[in-house]
């Protein structure tokens, strides 16, 4: 088990609007009370705040499950752990290396090859050119994809460059494993050997978190739940108690 851990204090990320009606935006929030965040001004610029006052400590062996509306703050939460966003209050610690499995598209370059490709989201995600050579084999078996791997990324069908995508993605360890929902990719068949592939992953990791709306997946991957409703958390309760959060 790793050292692994992540503390949030007082966690506030806004957004700023520009070139709004701040009226008819404050109006059309007001309709959806349960997505997005809320609409302030701070330094004379109206914004959106998408996190509010988050607390939240984890350790080596928490895997924490994230609920919520669509925009309720679950992905921006993720994207603040990751490195992506700075806190506009309070503060973010994450101790441990990072794989982030928020977005699959990231860094892909169409006029590329597979083998690019693959190559330049292993860096992304800090791997050395040694540590890709090693494992280049196994990861472009893995994505099924053949000859093809040596073809411009702009030629693949969708389920092609998500495979490839996916295969790079989850070649990596980490202490901290961020996920933004249940990546589903390929036909069923690769589905099957992703989820296989995703577990093992999830069994190296610290520290998982989670943001899914699937409640069995909660149930068979996390030992802990937090749900989130615009921007604001609740407090971290057993995953046993999860069926009594979604109800309230």
Not at 40 to 50: K, L, P, W, Y
Not at 172 to 201: S, T
Request: charged content about 25%.
């Amino acid at each position: 088990m790793t050292a692994a851990s992540i503390t949030c204090t007082d966690l506030t990320i806004r957004f700023p609007v520009y070139g709004a009606d701040a009226k008819s935006l404050k109006k059309a929030l007001a309709r959806a009370v349960s997505v997005g965040g809320a609409l302030g001004r701070h330094a004379g610029v109206t914004d959106v705040t998408a996190l509010e006052g988050v607390n939240l400590k984890l350790q080596a062996g928490d895997r924490l499950g994230l609920i919520g509306h669509n925009g309720s703050g679950k992905t921006t939460l993720l994207r603040a752990l990751s490195g992506a966003y700075e806190p506009d209050d309070g503060s973010i610690e994450v101790n441990g290396r990072i794989a982030s499995l928020l977005d699959l598209g990231l860094g892909i370059d169409p006029s590329a090859t597979g083998y690019e490709n693959i190559r330049l989201r292993c860096r992304i995600a800090g791997l050395s050119s040694k540590q890709i050579d090693a494992r280049m084999d196994e990861i472009a078996e893995f994505t099924g994809l053949g000859p093809f791997l040596s073809m411009p990324v702009k030629t693949y069908s969708a389920g092609m460059k998500g495979r490839m995508a996916f295969a790079a993605a989850t070649a990596v360890d980490c202490d901290v494993l961020l996920m933004d929902e249940w990546i589903a990719v390929g036909d069923a068949d690769f589905q099957k050997i992703a989820h296989k592939r995703l577990l093992k992953l999830v069994e190296r990791a610290g520290i998982l978190v989670l943001a899914t709306h699937e409640a069995p997946l909660l149930k068979l991957y996390c030992n802990k739940v937090m749900k989130l409703e615009g921007g604001v958390a609740s407090e971290i309760v057993d995953i046993r108690k999860l069926d009594q959060l979604l109800k309230t």
